[in-house]
């Protein structure tokens, strides 16, 4: 709403003429009070050195943006707002959320030395990109990528990554500014992403609006609590014509590569039927034009709920894979809104509840014989590399930048045979 009200404001006072971040320096780092997903649209990221923001949390949008672009980003620094103006000298650190105002001689020299090293660990790791990741023990990882445009997936194949294992489709609904993308428009990009990745896997997801991700275009209406209300797979299923559109053009792009179809905010078997029928009578439209699809596609469901959890052996049953959103499974387990800083804190992957989560879902599909990944933020962070093998996952999705140092970070360990019980990742 925020957002919106601001284009308006921005149209009455005749300030639509210049995009906002046009002629950024190069090595800018933008520093606002929040930064909506419409802001991120219009960054030329290329000229941009870092984010800060004075809200957020490390899963809000705005983060998982800056990972995919490979940029430094600190969230929730409401406190040092007011010390920053614009044209200050800065150096964020990301990893450990220092922000320095106005750097000494001593202090620049120190950090830029920090950050060649970085970059030629980086070096390092790429070296290895695109070998296959194996542990000590030979135990083969899957390590793809996640993707929000046909550029970022070029991006992560680039990088190393076997295949997307998330493409955002949404940034498709927020970059259109006329409404709702047509079928045409949607088959073009998803075709484009399933020839680059071939016989690699390419795991589509369906429209996730709602959150803290609104188009323009659409009137959400009020709600209190808009994580809890009306978003993802609820939209869809309730907006007949939209997830109609979308599917036609999932399924004429899915003769072009391996491209699967994923249903996020799943949280019954009552939801994943209902639109595993929508796709149905898709195809049987599309057969009725004579128009060409693949029968066999693969229908999925991302579990980012408890009562996905707790149904994980019923979804099983029923879908062809799981891939693990950690970002809102975390928040929804936790009860702590992700983007909250003051409940940022409990927003905590590893903490033994979200962990139990996490093993009892791949349980369940190692039980039902299916494919289980994970395509949240927590897939990235190598400190849960470790217990997350442990757990049995096979498959990691991350941003492009994330893929060499992951695959680094798989090869350093050497670890026992994956554990059964549901409580393992404990």
Known sequence: VRDVCGRIRRILTGETAENPFAGLAPGTIVVAEELTPSDTALMDFSRIAGVVTARGSVTSHVCIIARAKGIAAIVGASECMLEINTGDKLIINGEMGEIIVAPDTATERRYRALSASRKRHGEHCLKGAHTPAVTRGGRRIAVLGNAGSVAEVHAALDAGAEGIGLFRSEFLYMQSRGGFPGEQTQFEAYRHAAELCGERPLVIRTLDIGGDKALPYMDFG??????????????????????????RALLRASVFGNLRIMFPMITSVGEFRRAEAA??????????????????????????????????????????????GTNDLTQYVM??????????????????????????TLAAARSAGIEAGMCGELAADPEATAWLLEAGLEEFSVSAPAVAPLKERIRTLDLPEVRKTPGAAE
Not at 233 to 241: A, K, Y
Not at 296 to 307: D, H, S
Not at 335 to 360: I, Q
């Open 222 to 247: 009020h709600e209190e609590n808009p994580f809890l209300g009306w978003r993802a797979i609820r939209v869809s299923l309730s907006m007949h014509d939209v997830f109609r559109t979308q599917l």
């Open 335 to 360: 009860a702590a809104d992700r983007g909250n800083p003051r409940v940022a804190h409990l927003c905590d992957p590893s903490d033994t509840a979200v962990r139990r989560s996490v093993a009892m």
């Open 279 to 324: 796709v149905r009578e898709c195809m049987a439209e599309l057969d009725a034009e004579k128009a060409a699809y693949n029968p066999g596609i693969e229908l999925g469901v991302m579990i980012e709920t408890p009562a996905a959890v707790m149904v994980a052996d019923l979804l099983a049953a029923e879908a062809r894979f799981f891939s693990i």
